[in-house]
């Protein structure tokens, strides 16, 4: 029997919990839809973290094994490092194609989108760096042989900090960590450094024989794509700052 309001004599109306369930259930959903795009975003921006990691690895074993190749004017070396090129570029494809199905499908804004677009740059400059090393490697094939050498001992120093750059350089992205991108962007003035060192010292000894001017330009050449390395490694620092501050900034003037 249905019960009467007491004051009006009206059938008395029941509250009810059904549209107050609908709702509770559809923002329910949409939580759980909005959680399954941050979890799906969050996969794919590790997936290509660690492609950019596994880019800087790969580039940093080719420039160290570029510098022995030239060390030791090991063509066989050499021309192993110039093959391995193909393995930083496959990788630089791979990161850039989850960088563009991530955009189109996930939407990403603000931070997240910032990041992602970063990391896609700092893969264009992780493969122009192994470019850098197999045109070290590409001098040291055309040394094999040279019986008549000039000095370049700071050429040892000069790949051993690019390497270590290198390494330093992405983990502080991957980590946006500020403080660390501007250190090792300072480090760039002792590559620099030796690089004039190495430049003014087979200079002088190709001026006192002619034999040693070929080997000599070879090793120049070599020289300046080890500090190139260096020049790249403060764009990625600089790409870093800028994530970390909104602020373009120029860590080498």
């Known amino acids: 029997m249905q019960s009467l309001d007491e004051a009006t004599g009206t059938p008395a109306v029941e509250p009810t919990t059904a549209g107050s369930d609908a709702v509770s259930e559809a923002e329910a959903e949409a939580q759980r839809h909005s959680t399954h795009i941050r979890e799906s975003l969050d996969a794919e ?21 570029a510098h022995d190749a030239i060390m030791n004017r090991d063509a066989v070396l050499a021309a192993a490092v110039i093959a391995s090129d193909g393995r930083i570029n496959d990788v630089q494809r791979d990161v850039t194609g989850v960088v563009a199905l991530t955009i189109a499908t996930q939407a990403p804004v ?6 992602l677009l970063a990391l896609d740059r700092v893969t264009y400059e992780l493969e122009r760096i192994g470019d850098h090393a197999g045109s070290v490697a590409k001098q040291a094939r055309k040394l094999a042989g040279v019986t008549t050498m000039v000095t370049y001992d700071e050429l040892t120093p000069m790949a051993t900090l690019a390497a270590q750059q290198v390494r330093d350089v992405v983990l502080a992205l991957i980590d946006i960590d500020e403080n660390k991108a501007r250190e090792v962007a300072t480090r760039d003035d002792e590559i620099d450094r030796l690089y004039h060192q190495v430049f003014d010292d087979v200079l002088a000894e ?27 490694v403060t ?16 860590l080498n003037p």
């Open 206 to 232: 190709m001026r006192t024989d002619p034999a040693k001017v070929d080997p000599g330009t070879r090793i120049l050449f070599a020289a300046h794509y080890l500090e190139r390395i260096g020049d790249r």
């Open 110 to 115: 603000a931070r997240d989108l910032r990041f």
């Open 45 to 65: 921006m590790r997936d290509v973290k660690d492609g950019v990691l596994r880019m800087g690895s790969l580039v940093e074993e080719q420039i160290l094994a």
């Open 235 to 250: 764009n990625i620092a600089e790409d870093v700052v800028f994530l970390a501050t909104g602020e373009v900034e120029d």
